[in-house]
């Protein structure tokens, strides 16, 4: 019987989540456009007043999973700007997540599978095992930030289900 890997389950994760979320991010830029509206009319949008925008809801996204994979193989955190401000600049920024993650070496993120991390929750930090993080911490958060980005998109009449959710764009 094979075991799964924590690199194997986050690199998996990383190129489903973020190919589904880049290809909504895709149909959603041909929206925009068939609306003749500017990006940021969409891209600005909120489910509610102290909730983040979509711009930032896929930002966070692309950088827990880039974060995650960095912490996991002990390397320095990857320098990812928050200045995107249209679709194609959000696009671009998953492929550079999915590129990163997809770029470490599984054996260093493995090293830590089972090594007590000091994850930093504002100004503290919380400590966790590296198979720990990635379950409880990694992927919870990518899937929030997807799963929200998604309802922005569909709140303001972007025509996606369930399948453009789950299935990443190639």
């Known amino acids: 019987m ?9 690199k998996a994760s990383t190129g489903q989540t973020l190919g ?12 925009a456009r068939k609306l003749n509206v500017e990006d940021g009319v969409i891209l600005s949008h909120r489910l509610y007043p102290d909730m983040f925008a979509l711009t930032r ?21 990857p320098e990812f700007p928050d200045t995107e401000q249209t679709f194609a600049e959000l696009i671009a920024r998953c492929d550079k997540a999915m590129a990163y993650v997809k770029g470490i070496d599984d054996a260093k993120i493995d090293a830590n599978t089972n090594v007590t991390l000091q994850i930093p929750m504002g100004p503290n930090t919380m400590p ?3 198979r720990a ?15 929200i980005a ?21």
């Open 20 to 31: 589904a979320l880049k290809g909504m991010l895709i149909k959603g830029e041909a929206y």
């Open 128 to 130: 966790m095992e590296g």
């Open 57 to 77: 809801q896929v930002q966070i996204a692309c950088d827990t999973v880039a974060r995650g994979a960095a912490r996991l193989a002990g390397l320095d955190m």
């Open 150 to 170: 998604y309802a922005l998109l569909r709140a303001q009449g972007l025509n996606i289900g369930k399948r453009d959710y789950l299935v990443p764009v190639e």
């Open 133 to 147: 993080y990635l379950s409880g911490f990694i992927l919870t958060n990518l899937h929030f930030h997807a799963a």
């Open 2 to 10: 094979t075991t799964t890997t924590v690199s194997h389950i986050l």
